[in-house]
């Protein structure tokens, strides 16, 4: 039960006209301080009916409203820092500007009320919490426990969310743009449908948080975040600031972003489906032993970045900047890398092939200085450059090759069947190369015309003929 002297004093204060009103305020403030000074508590309000009632302004620190009704009530630039709330009853309050630092609340059910540029800093045992079509507009959260609560159509946005334990929380159909979660736990934290223009999640932390249906995520921040197991779906947007964001085992589908930016992400494992990420910035990052299938990453930058064992299947690389990459068992299969530049590229054990061939476009890619040890290509290399590049063991069986320059690439018993090699440049490519039914080969090596040529062609001739004598059918 309310302490009825309490009570009534407050209701005296919210019936008061504006030339009694600054005494009852000041009467209001030294009663909680009286209180304060001889119990550490503030006033008793357990179970008090405080519906509808004008309480802007009053001192109301370390009170308990444990199951209180605040229903409509007018709390605005109220002080009720480190009050208790356990199950109170509020709909339609007005807490505009209020303090409620380090409050201890708990199974708070607030609909409908407005929290604008209040301060519930510190929300102590917040957990369950439910904001229900709430106006939150530059809240500050900071330091708030609400694991396993729910925001449902509220409006966030500007709010600061700085270092909170948002374990578990659900965050549906609500605005948070220009909001800050900097910092925050966001273990399996939820967000769908929702807006997050301009949010910050940068340095957030946790295992499978869940970024879906996105109503607008336009410069959505995700730099250095600790985010295993992360989860973005059906997401359109543009202007992505996620550059070192550590997501392994990520699962991407239906993202359409433009303008990212995941240089130095940690994304080992990672799988993409179905995006489309034009000039997608990846520089430096780690994409091992995951898997980009039915996406778009068009013009993408991927210098230095790490790629082993990386699975691309149906995807569009075309114009990508990727020099130096590491792909070492790197697997493409039909799919696009026209223009790309891997110079340097290492490709040791890849398998970049099409069904058919042609259905694997490496047409006026840059190889050169790649490593290509014990690749296996079978692909549309027209015009495709391996200057110097190293193929050692190397498979190019039914690949075109046509027009492309392989000036000093090293080919030691890399293997040729059915490849179209018409108008190649074969300058320094010596043998042995194990050739069989190449179109234009032998017009290449007498075109170039030099001792390595003519070795070359010599090896082909011996090596055709041997193969004549005991071929009976197709291979």
């Known amino acids: 039960m309310p302490d009825t002297p309490s009570l009534e004093l407050l209701r005296r204060l919210a019936a008061a006209d504006d030339d009694l009103r600054p005494a009852l305020l000041k009467h209001v403030s030294e009663t909680t301080q009286r209180l304060i000074d001889r119990t550490g508590r503030g006033m008793d309000l357990t179970e008090a009916d ?46 505009t500007g209020a303090s409620l630092r380090s409050a201890y609340v708990h199974a708070l059910a607030a609909q409908t009320c407005v929290f604008d540029g209040a301060d519930l800093t510190g929300l102590r045992d917040a957990t369950g919490t439910l904001f229900h079509g709430c106006s939150m507009r530059g809240t500050h959260l900071d330091d708030g426990h609400l694991s396993g609560s729910s925001f449902y159509q509220c409006d966030l946005a500007d709010a600061s969310m700085r270092n909170m334990n948002l374990q578990g929380a659900l965050i549906s159909e609500c605005l948070l743009d220009s909001a800050t979660l900097d910092g925050s736990c966001v273990d399996q934290l939820s967000i769908t449908k929702s807006s997050l223009r301009e949010t910050s999640l940068r340095s957030v932390a946790g295992h499978g948080l869940a970024l879906q249906r996105l109503t607008a995520a336009d410069g959505l921040v995700l730099a250095d975040a600790g985010l295993p197991q992360l989860r973005l779906t059906g997401i359109q947007a543009h202007g992505w600031s996620a550059a070192g964001l550590k997501a392994p085992d990520g699962d991407f589908t239906d993202l359409a972003v433009t303008a990212a930016d995941l240089s130095g992400a940690q994304l080992t494992g990672a799988r993409w489906v179905r995006c489309t990420l034009p000039q997608v910035r990846l520089g430096g990052a780690s994409l091992n032993n995951g898997s980009i299938v039915e996406s778009s990453l068009r013009g993408a930058v991927l210098t230095a970045a790490r790629g082993e064992n990386l699975h691309i299947v149906e995807s569009d690389l075309s114009d990508a900047e990727m020099s130096t990459f590491l792909g070492r068992c790197l697997t493409v299969r039909d799919s696009s890398l026209a223009g790309a530049n891997l110079r340097h590229a290492n ?46 063991y190397s498979r190019f069986s039914q690949s075109d090759l046509s027009g492309a320059r392989l000036d000093g690439a090293g080919m030691y018993q890399s293997t040729w069947v059915k490849t179209v090699v018409t108008g190649a440049s074969l300058t320094g490519v010596k043998a042995p190369v194990f050739t069989d039914r190449c179109p234009g080969l032998a017009e290449a090596l007498e075109r170039d015309g030099g001792p390595a040529a003519r070795e070359f062609a010599a090896f082909t001739e011996s090596l055709g003929a041997a193969l004549a004598k005991g071929r009976k059918g197709s291979t």
């Open 50 to 95: 405080l519906s509808g009632l004008d309480l802007r302004g009053a001192d109301l620190r370390r009170a308990t409203l444990n199951r209180a009704l605040l229903h409509s009530t007018r709390l605005q630039e109220a002080d009720l820092s480190e009050v208790t709330m356990v199950c109170p009853g509020m709909e339609r309050t007005n807490l």
């Open 347 to 392: 490709l040791y054990r890849a398998m970049i092939t099409g069904d058919p061939p042609r259905g694997m476009s490496l047409r006026r890619a840059v190889l050169d200085g790649a490593t290509l040890v014990q690749a296996y290509f079978a692909a549309d290399l027209r015009e495709a450059g391996l200057v110097g590049a190293n193929c050692a």
